[in-house]
């Protein structure tokens, strides 16, 4: 049998009750069995049965006449290792964790293995819904629930603007002094992003802002910021980079403190990145 290719995708048909989902994916795709079971706990095998589709992660899961599988596969993304979150606070029903550079918030069909969520469920042998997102590029802090009731009220608090979120960017150029309210709507949606000058280096033509947000639409503070005449060093979207450009310096963009009434106790809640965790932004907040 010739070689999987290195990226592909499949939609398997089930015909006899009681197949398995190993043979079938392995002798469609090429790919030995025991890479399957591998794919399949890396979130890239999906089932649909009776008009709804979810992963499916178990080898020996019992399919039915009728239902469908799928595989996604990328081999790069299959041999990505991802970064290791760090553990900000356990609270039962839910936790906040520091989010390194490159970590994604959410998996995709292709896969889940390198999300936040999915990493903090194997390692924390508890089932996890996200709430929030924090892009790929940017670091910082992370909530995630452990329980559905707790995903829904926090989802509800994100929802209703009551979790005070700030951030932290290195920007180009000389910011003002004065505080600013950038209001430019995103994809037609209302969007909000107030930010200050926390401090300015001369020598590098560098800001350090701080920007709380009371929205949160993709890519809401980069945009901001790029729009304005500031964006923020090392973002390759909006305007930082350019084509040529020798920088190789990661997005200077980080989520360092969340607070909010905590939905189950009341009790009011503060979480802060530690000061050692981003020393490019905190470096520059002492000076």
């Known amino acids: 049998m010739n070689p999987a290719p290195e990226q592909f995708e499949l939609h398997l048909p089930v015909t006899d009750q009681g197949e398995s989902a190993i043979?079938?994916?392995?002798?469609?795709?090429?790919?030995?069995?025991?890479?399957?079971?591998?794919?399949?706990?890396?979130g890239a095998v999906w089932l649909s049965r009776n008009g709804n589709t979810r992963r499916l992660r178990r080898a020996k899961y019992q399919l039915l006449s009728g239902?469908?599988?799928?595989?996604?596969?990328?081999?790069?993304?299959?041999?990505t290792v991802p970064p290791v979150p760090q553990l900000i606070a356990d609270e039962g029903d839910y936790s906040?964790?520091?989010?390194?550079?490159?970590?994604?918030?959410?998996?995709?069909?292709?896969?889940d293995h390198c999300a936040i969520g999915r990493w903090v469920e194997r390692h924390l042998d508890r089932t996890t819904f996200t709430v929030h997102r924090l892009d790929r590029a940017a670091t910082g802090l992370i909530l995630l629930a452990h329980k559905k009731s707790s995903a829904a009220k926090?989802?509800?608090?994100?929802?209703?603007r009551k979790i005070q979120k700030h951030y932290r960017a290195r920007v180009r150029g000389e910011f003002p002094t004065e505080p600013q309210l950038f209001e430019q709507n995103i994809e037609d949606r209302e969007a909000r992003s107030h930010a200050r000058l926390i401090n300015y280096d001369d020598k590098q033509n560098c800001s350090l802002v701080e920007v709380k947000i009371e929205t949160g639409r993709k890519h809401q503070i980069r945009r901001h910021l790029s729009v304005a005449g500031y964006p923020i060093i090392g973002d390759r979207l909006y305007g930082s980079v350019k084509e040529g450009d020798q920088e190789k310096e990661d997005l200077q963009l980080l989520a360092y403190q969340l607070s909010f009434i905590d939905p189950n106790s009341g009790e009011e809640k503060y979480y802060g990145v530690p000061d050692n965790v981003q020393p490019l932004l905190t470096t520059q907040a002492s000076t």
Request: a positive charge; aromatic letters at 12%; glycine letters at 8%.
């Open 23 to 42: 043979t079938l994916l392995a002798t469609a795709s090429g790919l030995s069995k025991q890479n399957i079971k591998q794919v399949m706990q890396k």
């Open 67 to 79: 239902d469908e599988l799928h595989i996604y596969y990328d081999q790069a993304i299959q041999n």
């Open 96 to 111: 906040v964790w520091y989010k390194p550079q490159g970590m994604y918030s959410q998996g995709t069909k292709w896969g």
């Open 154 to 160: 926090l989802s509800s608090l994100f929802a209703e």
